[in-house]
């Protein structure tokens, strides 16, 4: 049930995006305060899976621009996936920082990568890897995020190593348009 409707929620997302009819809050925020608020929800699932959250973090005063709750979102989503797929004993990154103007944050973890062909196709819609059926998803969770991204004038990208872990980086327009 719990999948279902997480399938139904994540299909009405898309809906929204597609048509125009998500209502973003766009407006400056603490890149720094919205990605320390993911990872604090997140804390107890990393220590109760034994990987380490190392989070850095640029001076709250910086400003992203967006809808604060749909980074969080955003963010969460990359976070959670890569819990999912990091083994126990390793680190998941997450770094925020700002290239001039553009707000960048990138999620990194240690877990087993994905080969270039994958790397081509995790944005499309429903698109799982092989061997990830026994994990938890819909294949709906990075294609929302892309397009949350660039519903908001940004950005989400991902470059990985097989055998090496994977970051998937977000980047979004600072305070003054890029």
């Given at each position: 049930?719990?999948?279902?409707?997480?399938?139904?929620?994540?299909l009405?997302?898309?809906?929204?995006?597609?048509?125009?009819?998500?209502?973003?809050?766009?407006?400056?925020?603490?890149?720094?305060?919205?990605?320390?608020?993911?990872a604090?929800?997140?804390?107890?699932?990393?220590?109760?899976?034994?990987?380490?959250?190392?989070?850095?973090?640029?001076?709250?005063?910086?400003?992203?621009?967006?809808?604060?709750?749909?980074?969080?979102?955003?963010?969460?989503?990359?976070?959670?996936?890569?819990?999912?797929?990091?083994?126990a004993?390793?680190?998941?990154?997450?770094?925020?920082?700002?290239?001039?103007?553009?707000?960048?944050?990138?999620?990194?973890?240690?877990?087993?990568?994905?080969?270039?062909?994958?790397?081509?196709?995790?944005?499309?819609?429903?698109?799982?890897?092989?061997?990830?059926?026994?994990?938890?998803?819909?294949?709906?969770?990075?294609?929302i995020?892309?397009?949350?991204?660039?519903?908001?004038?940004?950005?989400?990208?991902?470059?990985?190593?097989?055998?090496?872990?994977?970051?998937?980086?977000?980047?979004?327009?600072?305070?003054?348009?890029?």
């Amino acid at each position: 049930v719990t999948t279902i409707a997480d399938l139904v929620g994540d299909l009405l997302e898309l809906s929204r995006l597609e048509s125009g009819a998500l209502a973003l809050a766009s407006r400056s925020f603490s890149l720094a305060d919205a990605v320390r608020h993911v990872a604090d929800g997140l804390d107890a699932i990393a220590m109760d899976r034994g990987i380490a959250l190392d989070v850095s973090l640029p001076p709250r005063l910086q400003a992203a621009t967006g809808d604060r709750r749909r980074v969080e979102q955003i963010v969460t989503n990359l976070a959670a996936n890569a819990l999912k797929f990091s083994p126990a004993g390793s680190t998941i990154g997450l770094t925020g920082w700002f290239d001039g103007s553009v707000a960048l944050v990138a999620i990194r973890d240690e877990g087993g990568g994905i080969d270039a062909e994958d790397r081509a196709r995790i944005f499309e819609r429903f698109y799982r890897m092989a061997g990830h059926d026994r994990i938890t998803g819909t294949g709906l969770g990075l294609p929302i995020a892309r397009d949350l991204a660039r519903s908001m004038g940004g950005e989400l990208a991902a470059a990985s190593v097989p055998g090496s872990g994977s970051t998937f980086v977000l980047a979004l327009p600072g305070p003054t348009p890029v």
